[in-house]
């Protein structure tokens, strides 16, 4: 297994943007097993882990929880943590941004995705990861399979929302050199934790936190869904 993961290494270094002298990269992180070891491998560009928090009373336990976690992850990787928080006024900023970047989707994260995206670019960064497909990716069940293309449908939206702020988003695990790789260990019987966590061999304390994480991205509320949440563009357009 060691080559296969050393080759997983080297194709999720390659799907990931690269710092220039004037901008930053930022992870979206969760404190998960996928963004964790993203933002290992990225570690010698020094980006800044970003946990979006949504701005409601019933996830406030919750995101507490999972910032703690994040932050204690980010200190071991001697990386900077950041929160940005999307309240209901920026969700529906986010709606706007989409829909002037040609999205028209009824994914109630997207204009989440959208509004910190706008954030990001506004504090000089040049470059969005994502751990998106990560858990679909190493599904064994085809059932679970058969969601990638809709992920990298969605992939393909989140991309139209950088590209109109100037940003590079990357999801590396929906890349197809990545799914290459990891669809081969998949079919050698090897589990998900296994070969991720091969990758995190140089951060023993991760690993460690790892064994009792608790952490996950926000969740929208339905309270910040207009009644249309996307305007379909007029036929012709």
């Known amino acids: 297994?060691?080559?296969a993961v050393a080759a997983l290494k080297n194709v999720l270094q390659g799907c990931m943007p690269c710092v220039t002298s004037r901008r930053r990269i930022a992870i979206l992180f969760t404190g998960g097993l996928d963004s964790t070891v993203l933002a290992a491998l990225a570690a010698h560009q020094r980006p800044v882990l970003v946990f979006g928090v949504v701005l409601d009373r019933d996830c406030r336990v919750y995101n507490a929880r999972s910032i703690l976690y994040s932050r204690r992850i980010a200190a071991i990787l001697g990386l900077t943590f950041k929160t940005i928080g999307i309240s209901q006024r920026d969700y529906h900023d986010g709606i706007r941004a989409m829909l002037s970047a040609g999205v028209y989707s009824k994914d109630r994260d997207l204009p989440a995705a959208a509004f910190l995206v706008k954030a990001l670019r506004a504090q000089g960064v040049g470059g969005v990861v994502s751990g998106?497909?990560?858990n679909e990716l190493f599904s064994a069940s085809k059932r679970t399979l058969s969601m990638i293309p809709e992920l990298q449908a969605a992939y393909s939206e989140h991309r139209l929302l950088g590209r109109a702020e100037k940003i590079i988003f990357r999801a590396p695990f929906l890349e197809e050199p990545v799914i290459k790789v990891v669809r081969g260990l998949v079919r050698s019987g090897h589990a998900r934790t296994d070969v991720l966590g091969a990758l995190l061999a140089g951060y023993?304390?991760?690993?460690?936190?790892?064994?009792?994480?608790v952490s996950g991205h926000s969740m929208v509320p339905k309270r910040f869904l207009p009644v249309r949440m996307t305007v379909e563009p007029e036929k012709g357009v």
């Not at 023993?204 to 994480?213: I, W």
């Open 1 to 3: 297994m060691l080559a």
């Open 132 to 134: 998106m497909g990560s």
């Open 204 to 213: 023993p304390d991760v690993c460690r936190l790892m064994k009792k994480r």
